[in-house]
């Protein structure tokens, strides 16, 4: 199984930028896709974005293309989100998850390993 730690959240005004680190430990990181999702106050879970077991395919939800960024070094088992032209409806507790296979799924229950969550706050 695998375990993930967040960091690298904060606050930051609107048009900067923040990179969130996913730091795993446990066995087989490589096998696994890796996915970011948040959660704002009063809504639902949603994906963000997520990387494959190779790092070759990537998937972005509409709302971040162009300005979020995700990368993995699975010889140090980390995987980043580099989020830049952060707008306030960014805001939302950051997760990672390790996903069942090897490439991405769009779905929650895709995943059964999950960090603790990184808090981004993005003023206006």
């Known amino acids: 199984e695998v375990q993930l730690v967040e960091s690298g959240g904060g606050l930051v005004q609107a048009g900067g930028s923040l990179r969130l680190s996913c730091t795993a430990s446990?066995?087989?990181?490589?096998?696994?896709?890796i996915g970011w999702f948040r959660q704002a106050p009063g809504k639902a879970r949603e994906v963000v974005s997520c990387?494959?077991?190779?790092?070759?395919?990537?998937e972005y939800t509409d709302s971040v293309k162009g300005r979020f960024t995700i990368s993995r070094d699975n010889a140090k088992s980390m995987v980043f989100l580099e989020m830049n032209s952060l707008k306030p409806e960014d805001t939302a507790v950051y997760y990672c998850?390790?996903?069942?296979?090897?490439?991405?799924?769009?779905?929650?229950?895709?995943?059964?390993?999950w960090g603790q969550g990184a808090q981004v706050t993005v003023s206006s």
């Open positions: 998850a390790s996903a069942l296979t090897s490439w991405c799924s769009s779905r929650s229950r895709g995943y059964d390993s």
């Open positions: 446990g066995t087989s990181f490589d096998h696994y896709a």
């Open positions: 990387i494959s077991s190779s790092g070759h395919t990537t």
